[in-house]
């Protein structure tokens, strides 16, 4: 097989470290064919079946499109050859270290795997297939290509073998240090695991835990002004991951800014499920824990209504509750705010590569006796959806640098993952993920009713993300089409959390904003008649707010009311069990001893 020119001088043994993998079998072919003049046939053919490995189906590559991308990169590799050890280091932040720049060797390697990757992309692209299978093969490519970074790996890693000289050798010892303690924790450390404690110095705006049953935990706020909204405002985080990223410190604490503001605040800490959950469904959360708590809260508040927000996977089962409240003819609830949250699953973003017929029907098997989904496999999962980020980041500096991740408490809070009930789980990817019939009227029963979110009529807030990969900001400007009561829609800047949690008082990033009950039919053309301004979208959503709470009162002076007393100090004791210990209860307890109606 023809390669590319070589002499004993130059530093072609980076290449060789690609020589296993099908993907550069190609690239070699490609050389070969493009520089003898041949047909293309055999590379293509070879490319096919990796694709097909990828796509789980035969595919099809245009040929002129396949001939164009073996010329470029026989162009570009030419003039990366000829460059030789004067390789300029490449712009990209895994290999923007002196040690890169100063080593003629790394930066030629640095050059090629990245050539490599480019190519390889464009090969993904050139798929023809339908939508989804395009992106699983795009998204199993860049998988592959994140993870085969020369900075991955020791012998290639520049800075790495630099520290290890400089350090003489402790580097490499404070590694494998790092490597054994994660390897017992189970999951890649990203901050310091010891530098935060719930309750210390995460999730300590004060508080009392008034209400709990088997599935949740209510928190009171204790009020921080002289006098209090009227209507009191419940918060609905997701299950998935815990509430504090609500309250994590202080001067970013979004719960303690809902309480500055004047507004009542109670907010749900979910249970991290154990074996008494095992059976859960998506009924019982919704029955028995959101629409709970909304009667709870306006018992306490003495009021006829109140204000709800729901985040994420909250917002979305906060949404199926004011459907079934609708649907039973209820009206607890004044105002909804939805951030970041899916009602319509159309566009679910990277998320979708995973969901299809087979995946959803195979969950369903593994839990139609009941059982958990480990919290570990939902963080694994999260953290590959940005893995150079949120994995490979970490595997260099914590292993082969030696380096100890700095305190950060968002980090610490997307590591401290949850468990979620099996049934709950497999319900949610058939009917929302799979089938998008949350949005379809009467298409779904829910607690034994037909739910209709155009039935939910009350004043609400929606909010999206600009670059969340999560809720894509399209399927969160899609709830638009389906509410039936007033609608205001903010865009905020950066993603799924860093977008929702920007303190106002750091005047941070920017949102959009536009007319109220004026939406265009995509959201394209909604961010070009929307207008930026400077800062957090918590001082849009504030004001918003007051307009639904109604008068001021005097602020309680105590917790709860005589039906529900406190119980304990927040952050209560659901927030503190870790993801393992909840699991460890299932593979002690028999199926049979759980009992899913077991209320407190």
Not at 309 to 332: E, H, P
Not at 350 to 377: C, H, K, S, Y
Not at 479 to 501: K, N, Y
Request: aromatic share 10%; charged share 20%.
């Amino acid at each position: 097989m023809a390669q590319p020119p070589r002499n004993d001088t130059t530093p072609w043994a980076t290449w060789a470290s690609f020589d296993a993998n099908p993907w550069t079998q190609w690239a070699q072919q490609a050389w070969a064919s493009a520089t003898s003049g041949s047909a293309p046939a055999s590379a293509l053919a070879g490319l096919t079946q990796v694709l097909r490995g990828l796509g789980g189906q035969p595919l099809q590559l245009d040929a002129a499109q396949w001939l164009q991308i073996q010329q470029d990169y026989l162009r570009e590799l030419t003039e990366l050859w000829q460059q030789g050890t004067h390789v300029p280091p490449p712009a990209d932040k895994r290999f923007a270290g002196q040690a890169w720049a100063s080593n003629p060797v790394a930066a030629f390697q640095a050059a090629l795997y990245l050539l490599n990757a480019r190519t390889l992309m464009r090969m993904a692209e050139a798929v023809q297939a339908d939508a989804k299978t395009r992106a699983r093969i795009r998204f199993a490519v860049q998988q592959w290509i994140d993870a085969t970074a020369p900075s991955n790996f020791l012998a290639f890693n520049a800075e790495a073998l630099q520290k290890a000289i400089d350090t003489r050798g402790e580097s490499l010892a404070r590694g494998l240090l790092n490597l054994l303690q994660d390897l017992q924790r189970g999951q890649v450390s990203m901050t310091d695991p010891n530098a935060f404690e719930v309750g210390r110095n995460v999730a300590t705006t004060e508080g009392q835990v008034v209400f709990e049953n088997a599935l949740f935990q209510l928190i009171e706020y204790k009020p921080l002004t002289p006098k209090v909204y009227e209507r009191p405002l419940l918060v609905v985080p997701p299950c998935i991951n815990k509430y504090y990223i609500l309250d994590l410190q202080p001067d970013n604490s979004f719960l303690r800014y809902a309480v500055e503001q004047g507004h009542r605040t109670f907010v749900i800490s979910w249970r991290n499920p154990d074996a008494s959950l095992a059976q859960a469904t998506w009924d019982d959360y919704i029955d028995d824990a959101v629409i709970r708590a909304i009667d709870i809260v306006r018992d306490i508040g003495k009021a006829d209504t109140i204000n709800t927000l729901g985040f994420c996977v909250g917002g979305t089962m906060l949404g199926t509750a004011l459907a079934v409240l609708a649907a039973r003819g209820q009206r607890k609830v004044h105002s909804v705010t939805f951030l970041t949250t899916l009602l319509d699953f159309t566009e679910t973003g990277v998320l979708d590569v995973f969901i299809d017929e087979a995946f959803v029907t195979m969950r369903e098997l593994q839990f139609a006796n009941g059982g958990l989904l480990p919290g570990r496999d939902l963080a694994t999962t999260f953290s590959f959806l940005r893995p150079n980020d949120l994995v490979w980041n970490y595997v260099v500096g914590n292993y082969l640098k030696g380096e100890t991740p700095p305190p950060f408490d968002l980090l610490y809070w997307n590591s401290d993952s949850t468990n979620l009930p099996g049934k709950w789980y497999a319900w949610y990817l058939r009917h929302t993920y799979l089938q998008n019939e949350l949005c379809q009227p009467g298409k779904l029963q829910v607690c034994g009713v037909p739910v209709d979110l155009g039935a939910i009529d009350i004043p609400a807030y929606i909010y999206g993300s600009r670059e969340d990969h999560i809720v894509p900001i399209g399927a969160a400007y899609a709830t638009t089409r389906h509410l039936g009561g007033p609608m205001r829609f903010v865009m905020g800047a950066s993603g799924h959390i860093a977008g929702v949690i920007n303190p106002a008082a750091k005047g941070k990033r920017s949102f959009w904003t536009g007319p109220n009950d004026h939406f265009p039919p995509t959201v394209d053309e909604w961010i070009g008649a929307a207008t930026e301004h400077k800062g957090s979208w918590w001082t849009d959503w504030s004001p918003w707010l007051a307009a639904q709470a109604g008068r001021q009162v005097a602020a309680p002076r105590s917790y709860g009311n005589r039906r529900y007393k406190p119980i304990e100090p927040a952050p209560g004791r659901y927030v503190r069990v870790k993801a393992d210990e909840a699991l460890a209860t299932l593979l002690s307890a028999p199926l049979a001893s759980v009992n899913p109606q077991a209320k407190g």
